[in-house]
Structure formats: C-alpha cells, structure tokens
C-alpha cells in the first residue's frame, strides 16, 4: 500500500512475466486490501513468500543473503509531492537506471549499536551503518536528482 488515506488509496502490484517481474502503481482500492497490505510477508518475523514461485523463504535465509550482502533492492513506485497531494507513479527503466547510478555527496555515516537485539533497523542483517538502510537515491535531496 502506497496510500491508505481515503478516497486517495493507491498501491503497488507485481506484474510476473515469464522469468521477470516489475511493479506497477494501481490507483483507488485493491480487490483485497489485507491481501495487498501484507505482500509477501506471510508471519512475524521476516517470513516471506518469493514473489515469483510463492514458495516460503525463512528469516534465516533472508538475514544470511544480506549478510552476504546478495540481496538487492527494486523500484516499486516513485512518490512525488504534487499540487494538493502526493502522486504515484510507475518507475520507468530511465528512472532505475537514475536510481542505480546516484551517488550522494552525504550520507549518514553513524554506526549503529551493534549490541542491541533490535533488528527493526536493521542490525541483525550485517547492517553496520545507518546508510546500508537506504539506496543512494533516497538520500539525496530532491533537488540533486
């Protein structure tokens, strides 16, 4: 879900097609709102489902790729401020390409409590610094890009 503020709903759907997928915005109520809210996440923890086989993918699993820092990130949608509200558009390949290729001049280089147990920011995931939380596009200012 992109928007859950009424009569402004807007949310993401994966499109497969064949051994690939993309996502595109959709705007207005999903057919099965839980349904789209959850995504892929299917219990507490981080238990999810993959995408393309719907085959379960346990949390150790997910932690040890982004230990090994296998896991890669996908543009879903881009938000951008409009007139009177946000808008939400579908990403475009330029716009990927724009998103790979950022490279900020400042990032937040603070390191993160190694001791703590909570893995809500990421610790747990072989995140030492806060940065490793976001792509390089979303610390930009706006105005960089």
């Known amino acids: 879900m992109l928007s ?3 009569g402004k709903e807007a949310y993401v759907e994966p499109v ?20 789209t ?25 997910i ?7 296998r896991a890669t990130e996908r543009l879903m949608a881009i938000v951008a401020e409009g007139r009177r509200s946000r808008v939400y558009l579908n990403p475009t390949k330029e716009m990927e390409e724009i998103d790979r290729n ?4 400042w990032k937040p280089e603070l ?5 703590s147990k909570d ?15 976001f792509t390089a596009s979303c610390v930009l200012p706006p105005a960089s890009l």
């Open 4 to 6: 859950i503020k009424l």
């Open 16 to 35: 497969i097609e064949g051994s690939n997928y993309r996502f595109t915005v959709k705007v207005g109520k999903p057919k099965n709102a839980e349904a």
């Open 37 to 61: 809210k959850s995504g892929t996440k299917l219990s507490r923890g981080a238990n999810f489902k993959c995408l393309m086989s719907e085959t379960p993918i346990s949390q150790d699993y």
């Open 63 to 69: 932690r040890g790729e982004f230990k090994a820092k």
């Open 102 to 105: 950022a490279k900020p001049k």
């Open 111 to 115: 390191e993160m409590n190694q001791d």
């Open 119 to 133: 893995l809500l920011s990421g610790r747990g995931y072989g995140f030492v610094y806060w940065y490793e939380l």
